[in-house]
C-alpha cells in the first residue's frame, strides 16, 4: 500500500496527482505543467497547503464549508454513526433514526408546505431527480405531456448528463451530448453584462417575461416547471434586479408551472435566510439542496418538496433512488451541522453582523479603478472587472483573461477568490470574523492592484469595441 502523508515532498505528491488523479473541470497537461496546489489541513477559514502556506478560503471550500473547517463535532457525529450503523438502504421497506430525524429538521426549517424529503448524495443527483420527480407528477396528473422544464442560460445545476441540460453552460453543453431533450434556456436577469442602456429594473421585468413568452411559444400545456438559482452562482454571483423574482413568481402561478428553486449554494445560511428563497421572497414547489447541508463534511443532497407535489408522488411507485439516498452518516453529519448552524445563532449573525460588515468591506471595493461593480447579498459577493467604469466596457482580450489574472494574484497573496470570466467571487465560510473579513478585504484590494499593473504591463487595459 502506498503511504501519503503531509511529510511527502510537494513535487511527489504533484507528480503522483498528474499521474493518476482526473481533475473535475481542468486541463490536466495544464495542471501537470503549473503543479497543483495540495492543501493538507484546514481550520476555520484557513486551509494549509503542502508548503506551509496559510491561506485565507474565501470560497468556503466549493461554497459549502459554511460551519467552517475543523469542527471536532462533525468528526464525533460521523464516528458515532459509523460505529452503530454504517449503512443501511432506505429502498425497500427500511429507514434509519438519522435519516428521519435530519427530514423532520428539514420540514421545520423549509418554509411554507415544504415538507417532505427525496435524498441523493449531491446537487447533480438531486436536480436528476428533480427533472423525473416533475415530469411524473405531472404524468400522475393526466397532463404526461406537461414534461418540459425551462431554464436560464448561464445556469449551474450540477454536471450529470440530467442536471447538466438543466444548467446553460455552453462549454458543458459542448461536449458529451448534452443538452437532453424538451430542456429550453431563456436569458439571465444580468444586466451588469447585458442590460446595456436600460433601467436595471425595467431588464429585469423584461428578462422575467421571456419565461412567460417562452411558456407562451411552447403551449403551457407543455411546461412542467421552471428551475433557477435565487442568486446565480457558478455564473458570476449575478444578482438580479429586485423586479425579477416577484414577476417569475406572478409567470409560474398563472401558468401552474412548478417553481424548482435550486438552493444548493443559497441555501443553509449563504443569504442571511436559511433559504435563499426567503431572502428573494420566492414560494418554490421544490428546493435542490446539498453544499451547506453538511457544510461539505460529507456528501448528501435533495430535494425538498412541497405538500402538493408530495401527495401525488405518494400515490404512484417512484422508480427512482440512489444506494446512499439518505445515508446515515451523511445524515448524521447533516443534522449535527445543522444543530451548529442554529445553536450558534450563525444564519442570524450573517444577516445582522458579519454580513452587513463584509457588504461594506465589499463594496469598498468597488472603488478600485480595475472594478466595475461589486454585488453582495449575506455572504456571496462578486466584482465586475472593467478596463472603464463609466461604459462598464469589456475587455478586448478572451473574456476570462483578466479575472485569471486577478484570481492567480489572489492566489500568490494567500487568498482564495475565484474568477467566473472577468468576474471575481467569493462564498466564505459564514463564521468568518471582522478581522478574518478586513483581512479579506485588504487581499482583495493588493491583488487587484497587483492584476492592473500586470494587465496595463501587458498591454490589457483595452475596452472591446
Ligand atoms: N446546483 C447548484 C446551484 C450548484 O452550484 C450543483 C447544483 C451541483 O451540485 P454537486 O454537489 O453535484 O456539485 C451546484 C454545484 C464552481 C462550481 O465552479 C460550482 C458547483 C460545483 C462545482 C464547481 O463554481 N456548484
Redesign the pocket.
Known amino acids: 500500500m502506498t503511504a501519503i502523508t503531509n511529510h511527502m515532498p510537494t513535487a511527489d505528491l504533484q507528480a503522483l496527482d498528474a499521474a493518476h488523479h482526473m481533475h473535475?473541470?481542468t486541463h490536466g497537461n495544464e495542471l501537470e505543467q503549473k503543479g497543483v496546489r495540495v492543501i493538507t489541513r484546514a481550520k476555520g477559514v484557513t486551509l494549509t497547503d503542502s508548503e506551509g502556506n496559510d491561506i485565507l478560503d474565501a470560497?468556503g471550500g466549493?461554497?459549502?464549508v459554511n460551519i467552517g473547517y475543523g469542527r471536532e463535532e462533525l468528526a464525533q457525529a460521523a464516528a458515532r454513526q459509523m460505529r452503530e450503523l454504517p449503512f443501511y438502504n432506505t429502498f425497500f421497506q427500511t429507514t434509519h433514526v438519522p435519516v428521519i430525524a435530519l427530514s423532520a429538521k428539514l420540514a421545520e426549517l423549509a418554509p411554507g408546505d415544504l415538507n417532505q424529503v427525496f435524498y441523493a448524495?449531491?446537487?447533480?443527483?438531486?436536480?436528476d431527480t428533480n427533472i423525473r420527480m416533475v415530469r411524473t407528477y405531472w404524468a400522475q396528473m393526466g397532463q404526461p405531456e406537461r414534461n418540459v422544464i425551462i431554464s436560464r442560460k448561464n445556469?449551474?445545476?450540477?454536471?450529470?448528463v440530467g442536471?447538466g441540460s438543466l444548467?446553460g453552460m455552453s462549454g458543458m453543453h459542448a461536449q458529451g451530448g448534452l443538452p437532453i431533450p424538451d430542456i429550453h434556456h431563456i436569458d439571465q436577469p444580468y444586466w451588469y453584462g447585458e442590460g446595456g442602456d436600460s433601467d436595471p429594473e425595467e431588464f429585469g421585468l423584461a428578462r422575467a417575461r421571456l419565461l412567460e413568452e417562452k411558456i407562451e411559444e411552447l403551449g403551457a400545456h407543455r411546461v412542467a416547471a421552471f428551475i433557477a438559482?435565487p442568486i446565480?452562482?457558478?455564473g458570476g454571483v449575478i444578482i438580479p434586479p429586485a423586479s425579477y423574482w416577484p414577476e417569475i413568481q406572478r409567470i409560474c402561478d398563472k401558468y401552474g408551472i412548478l417553481l424548482i428553486a435550486?438552493?444548493?449554494?443559497?441555501g443553509f445560511g449563504r443569504t442571511g435566510s436559511w433559504f435563499g428563497s426567503q431572502t428573494l421572497n420566492i414560494r418554490p414547489d421544490i428546493m435542490?439542496i446539498?453544499?451547506g447541508l453538511s457544510s461539505g463534511y460529507a456528501?448528501i443532497?435533495g430535494s425538498i418538496v412541497s405538500d402538493k407535489i408530495a401527495k401525488v408522488m405518494n400515490d404512484c411507485e417512484f422508480n427512482h433512488g440512489y444506494t446512499y439516498s439518505g445515508h446515515p452518516v451523511s445524515c448524521a453529519v447533516a443534522l449535527e451541522n445543522l444543530r451548529i448552524l442554529e445553536e450558534e445563532k450563525i444564519v442570524e449573525r450573517v444577516a445582522e453582523e458579519t454580513g452587513p460588515y463584509l457588504q461594506e468591506k465589499w463594496q469598498s471595493l468597488a472603488d478600485h479603478p480595475l472594478v466595475g461593480e461589486a454585488q453582495i447579498v449575506g455572504m456571496m459577493g462578486s466584482l465586475a472587472l472593467t478596463p472603464h467604469k463609466e461604459s462598464r466596457a469589456k475587455f478586448a482580450a478572451d473574456a476570462g483573461t483578466a479575472g485569471y489574472i486577478c484570481r492567480e494574484r489572489c492566489f500568490a497573496n494567500n487568498l482564495v477568490m475565484?474568477h467566473?470570466g472577468d468576474r471575481m467571487?467569493i462564498s466564505p465560510p459564514l463564521v468568518i470574523t471582522k478581522e478574518e473579513i478586513d483581512t479579506l478585504a485588504e487581499r482583495a484590494w493588493a491583488s487587484l492592484d497587483q492584476a492592473a499593473a500586470k494587465l496595463e504591463e501587458d498591454g490589457l487595459m483595452k475596452a472591446a469595441s
Open positions: 473535475p473541470f470560497m466549493l461554497w459549502c448524495g449531491s446537487g447533480s443527483e438531486a436536480n445556469a449551474y445545476h450540477g454536471s450529470s442536471s444548467g438559482e446565480q452562482g457558478a435550486d438552493e444548493v449554494i443559497c435542490t446539498a453544499k456528501p443532497g475565484r467566473v467571487i
